[in-house]
Each structure stands twice: as C-alpha cells, then as structure tokens.
C-alpha cells in the first residue's frame, strides 16, 4: 500500500515538473518570438532564428504552436491581455470620463516605455493592418487580429461608456452617438500621436506631448470651438 502511494507520488511529480518544463520552453519561445517579429515583422520574421537563439530545434517550435502564424498570434493574444491588465485597472479608478480617456492613453505609453519591443511590434502590425496595399496578412489572418483586438478593447470601452452616462449633454444629443464619436476621435487621434511621437529617443517627453495635445482636442469637445 505504501508503495502504491509512493509510485503515484512520484509520477505525479514527475508530471508536474514536465508540464513546468514544458510551460518555461513555451515562454522562452514566445519571448525570442516577440523579438523576432518587433525586429522583422511577420512575413521576414525567421523560425530558424528563434530556435536557433532559443537553443532548440525548430520542430520544438511547431510541436507547441504548430505553425508560424499560430506563433504570431500567441504572441499578439499575450502581448494584449498584458497590455489591457495594466490599461483596465488605471481607468477603473478615475471617475471622470474624460480623465479615463487620458488614462488611457497615458498608461499605455508608461507601459511601452517598459515595454518597447511590444511597441515596436504593435506598430508594425497596426501599420499592415492599416495600409489596404499590404499583403502581409491573409484576410483571414487580418479578420481574427482585429477580432481579437476588438475584444479586449471592448473591455474599456464598456467601463468608459458606464462614466460616459454619467455626464450631462445638451438637450437633444443622442447619448449612444455623442459617446461614440468622442470614443473613436480620441482613440485614433491617441494613435496617431503615439506613432507622430514614437521615434523620439526620449519618449516620456513624447507623453508630455501627447497628453497636452489630447487634452486640447477633449477641450474642443467638451465646449466646441465656434
């Protein structure tokens, strides 16, 4: 009997430390990966390169994601769900809409000052995705990486519009239009200054920058500008 249980023990542990193993290559991998396409992007992006720095056979690297552009989008799908479990709470904790939208935008680029092959990989693949020229994706490809940003952006976007009822419009403003043109303005606008700003060496004085220049166009919205 008590060797009965010792045996079990033993495999149980035995199974354990596989799976811990197992789990350590799988993050090794999709660390390199994430440095291999930031650097390269998707379509140059080498296989052989990512085993070859993570010190494993490149049939390691489909055994666990079965293809490179399955590796792409476990790369994506993490990079994101961290980058919204810094975002969410940040914005949780302002009550006020328009300083929410601020939050935003000012804890994604504290998070990509830490974080800057997560920038650099998020920009290409917004720039691919934007530019109706490329053929860097399949439209498939293209479908579920917008699908999947979508749902975690819907996330804050469902807090926002919560603070967002809480605000006094004019009467005669459609609550639902109103929230969503300010949502998508200052969402691209916040876009589009990250990447105006994003090749400056210093880039905690690009969010200076930026923050200041958001705040002028929520001005604009909050009191118009006739």
Not at 60 to 82: G, M, P
Not at 186 to 214: A, F, P, R, T, V
Request: hydrophobic fraction near 40%; proline fraction near 1%; charged fraction near 30%.
């Amino acid at each position: 009997y008590f060797i009965f249980w010792s045996l079990l023990l033993r495999k149980e542990r035995y199974i354990l430390m596989k799976e811990v193993k197992n789990e350590t290559k799988k993050d090794l991998i999709l660390k390199i990966a994430l440095e291999e396409f930031a650097n390269y992007g998707f379509v140059a992006a080498s296989t052989n390169r990512i085993a070859k720095k993570a010190g494993i056979s490149k049939g390691l690297i489909f055994k666990y994601f079965k293809s490179k552009e399955k590796l792409y989008f476990s790369v994506f799908e993490q990079l994101i769900s961290e980058l919204y479990s810094v975002v969410l709470p940040k914005i949780e904790v302002c009550n006020d809409f328009f300083d929410s939208l601020i939050e935003v935008t000012k804890s994604k680029i504290e998070y990509f000052i830490v974080h800057p092959l997560e920038f650099k990989f998020l920009e290409i693949l917004r720039n691919d995705l934007e530019n109706v020229n490329s053929k860097v994706f399949t439209t498939e490809m293209k479908k579920k990486l917008i699908e999947l940003m979508m749902n975690e952006e819907k996330k804050s976007y469902n807090i926002l519009w919560e603070k967002f009822s809480n605000i006094k419009l004019k009467e005669g403003v459609d609550r639902s239009s109103a929230f969503e043109f300010t949502f998508t303005v200052l969402k691209s606008y916040g876009n589009l200054l990250l990447n105006k700003y994003s090749l400056q060496k210093d880039m905690e004085d690009g969010m200076n920058k930026i923050l200041d220049e958001l705040k002028k166009v929520i001005e604009f919205i909050k009191y118009g500008i006739l």
